[in-house]
């Protein structure tokens, strides 16, 4: 099964884009977000850096995956995964076999800004994996993590691949962990406002 929640809007988006803009222009040192390369463009873009090998994150994060991934899915004793930043998905797919294999997945919660993107890397991975509840969310995870489908039975993984949470600074990426701690093990609403 496949279906897809879009809690960020086109509109919306250019909002924060504009809002962003103009903070961080005027900032010292001037800077912006990184989630704003990964529009349907900048995602396809950042796949094709990702085949690189000078890049090595990717290949590093898929060696860990391919020798780990059992063992991360033997402790976690998960029914659902949960991906912030999901991208094109395959290196989760790592993960989603190791969770088939150890007999718990049900369910599958990718989330990504890039709707469009999102669409096209996740409704693969429905085909491909029959019986799945392929829930996808686009949302940006500093405002709408507290908007995730949350699994009412079972525990969950949540996994944060790749460059994700590095392109964050200390003082957000330590709000973040604890919205992710909040929202795994309330299940209810939460987040931090976020810090500029």
């Given at each position: 099964?496949?279906?897809?929640?879009?809690?960020?809007?086109?509109?919306?988006?250019?909002?924060?884009?504009?809002?962003?803009?103009a903070e961080g222009l005027t900032a010292r040192p001037k800077q912006l977000p990184p989630k704003w390369f990964y529009d349907e463009r900048g995602s396809a873009l950042f796949e094709d850096i990702t085949r690189l090998p000078e890049y090595y994150p990717t290949w590093a994060e898929?060696?860990?995956?391919?020798?780990?991934?059992?063992?991360?899915?033997?402790?976690?004793?998960?029914?659902?995964?949960?991906?912030?930043?999901?991208?094109?998905?395959?290196?989760?797919?790592?993960?989603?076999?190791?969770?088939?294999?150890?007999?718990?997945?049900?369910?599958?919660?990718?989330?990504?800004?890039?709707?469009?993107?999102?669409?096209?890397?996740?409704?693969?991975?429905?085909?491909?994996?029959?019986?799945?509840?392929?829930?996808?969310?686009?949302?940006?995870?500093?405002?709408?993590?507290?908007?995730?489908?949350?699994?009412?039975?079972?525990?969950?993984?949540?996994?944060?691949?790749?460059?994700?949470?590095?392109?964050?600074?200390?003082?957000?990426?330590?709000?973040?962990?604890?919205?992710?701690?909040?929202?795994?093990?309330?299940?209810?609403?939460?987040?931090?406002?976020?810090?500029?």
């Amino acid at each position: 099964m496949f279906r897809i929640d879009r809690n960020l809007t086109a509109d919306e988006l250019d909002k924060a884009l504009r809002t962003d803009v103009a903070e961080g222009l005027t900032a010292r040192p001037k800077q912006l977000p990184p989630k704003w390369f990964y529009d349907e463009r900048g995602s396809a873009l950042f796949e094709d850096i990702t085949r690189l090998p000078e890049y090595y994150p990717t290949w590093a994060e898929r060696s860990i995956l391919e020798t780990r991934a059992d063992e991360i899915a033997e402790a976690a004793g998960a029914v659902a995964l949960i991906e912030l930043g999901s991208g094109s998905g395959v290196k989760t797919r790592l993960l989603l076999d190791a969770m088939r294999r150890h007999g718990g997945l049900s369910r599958f919660v990718p989330v990504d800004v890039s709707g469009e993107f999102l669409a096209a890397s996740a409704r693969p991975v429905a085909d491909d994996y029959p019986g799945l509840d392929v829930h996808a969310v686009v949302g940006d995870f500093e405002q709408h993590l507290g908007l995730l489908p949350v699994s009412e039975g079972g525990r969950q993984l949540l996994a944060v691949l790749g460059s994700t949470i590095g392109n964050q600074e200390p003082g957000p990426r330590a709000s973040f962990l604890r919205d992710i701690h909040s929202v795994l093990h309330s299940g209810t609403p939460c987040c931090s406002a976020p810090t500029s």
